[in-house]
């Protein structure tokens, strides 16, 4: 029988993946564990197949690895992380071809690979850890209600929540602001992306590729292991296809597609393949309500900006409820989700104009842009004064 309780909280997450787990931790350490925080989420993180720590790998710029360092994380993900020491970036069949070296930036790494797995399981014991935060799960948000002072949620379970303040991190098809009647706007990239984990003949060395071909860009970012994590875009007609290759065949089609930079690629892994849009909030913020992550804007992985977009989120946020609690005022009303808001949006939309530009740059095969492109890539390799601010966006050394 179901108790029907009703819990009280200062801050209710909804999505607990890497987004929402990264914010109760951030909400709890930089509050001192003076906040209580609920994080409710669908799907158990053990659990195989879990959306949130699939067997897709991200790349953390630098900036983010600062943010997690800042909040005691890193220690804990450095041991199965990956470091990019050198990306190389080309234009199949053409000549224009980019490389950027961490020497050149002065640090060892560019950023680091890291497998969500293993992520998903460092992130749900460090909140088990916290006596703030309770961890819902598996649970589900059936209805919303707000009113002046509190936001209250009805659950899956049968109970409820009240908190002053409600984030949606539940990701790019977020339930929670479907039931808050918070829109988005979608463009399709005519693209589906492929993720496996593949080994080559010849170690990485801590290099990542990004491809661009004719079909979509082709991404290999180094891994533990000596493999490769690779997102393959392609046409979604291609999609059943590259599902029913054997893993000889995907692995000479991909071989024929990215090169032999890396020798033979003798092995893959299990693939996956997710359609590829942009889908942005129409709004980040609403009465008690702050959107954060995937939820607030979903990026195509050209360039892997994703999360860490998502983690600067997440720390602002966590920084303005903090300054806001400490000043007294109402952590989930207006004043302190505005300054929220106003921090995000030109960082939010310098990266989308940067992701959605570079999907349209190598996407069209026109010959004057063909032209184009390959001059600037060749461009970038020359000038630093063209490579420099690209890269230290790619690193996450920007304004939040």
């Known amino acids: 029988m179901r108790s029907n309780k009703v819990n009280q909280y200062d801050v209710v997450i909804v999505g607990g993946a890497m987004t929402g787990a990264s914010l109760a931790l951030a909400l709890d350490r930089l509050s001192l564990g003076t906040l209580r925080i609920a994080v409710v989420e669908a799907v158990s993180p053990a659990q195989s197949g879990h959306p949130g720590y699939d067997a897709r790998s ?18 804990a993900l450095v041991s199965e992380a990956t470091a990019i020491s050198r990306i190389h970036v080309s234009d199949r069949g053409h000549a224009g071809l980019a490389r950027i ?13 890291i497998e969500l797995a293993h992520a998903g399981a460092v992130f749900h014991e460090q909140m088990a850890q916290s006596d703030q935060i309770d961890l819902i799960c598996p649970a589900h948000i059936t209805a919303i209600e707000r009113n002046s002072d509190r936001v209250t949620l009805q659950l899956s379970t049968g109970d409820s929540c009240q908190a002053r303040l409600l984030v949606a991190a539940d990701g790019g098809a977020s339930t929670c602001c479907s039931l ?39 991404a290999l970012l180094p891994m533990s292991q000596g493999r490769s994590s690779l997102v393959w875009c392609l046409p979604p007609e291609q999609q059943q296809d590259v599902l029913g290759w054997s893993d000889e065949e995907f692995l000479a089609n991909l071989q024929s597609a990215f090169g032999w930079r890396l020798g033979k690629l003798t092995k893959t892994g299990q693939r996956y393949v997710y359609p590829l849009s942009l889908r942005q909030a129409e709004r980040r913020i609403s009465h008690r309500v702050a959107v954060v992550g995937n939820a607030a804007q979903t990026l195509h992985p050209i360039a892997g900006q994703g999360f860490n977009l998502g983690l600067r989120d997440v720390m602002t946020l966590a920084e303005e409820v903090i300054a806001g609690a400490q000043q007294g005022q109402d952590i989930g009303g207006a004043a302190v989700l505005s300054r929220f808001r106003q921090r995000r949006d030109p960082d939010q939309q310098a990266t989308i104009q940067m992701t959605t530009g570079l999907v349209t740059m190598f996407a069209n095969e026109h010959w004057p842009m063909v032209v184009g492109r390959n001059a600037g890539l060749m461009a970038m390799h020359a000038m630093e004064t063209l490579k420099s601010p690209l890269v230290k966006r790619a690193m996450g050394q920007v304004d939040r």
């Open 58 to 75: 991200i790349a953390l710029s630098l900036g983010s690895v600062k943010l997690m360092s800042q909040l005691g994380l890193w220690s």
């Open 101 to 113: 070296a961490a020497h050149e930036y002065g640090t060892q790494a560019l950023g680091y690979v």
């Open 180 to 218: 808050l009647g918070m829109t988005s706007r979608e463009t399709d990239f005519g693209q589906v992306a492929v993720i496996a984990n593949v080994s080559s003949a010849l170690p990485h060395q801590g290099e990542a590729f990004e491809r661009f071909t004719p079909s979509g860009p082709l």
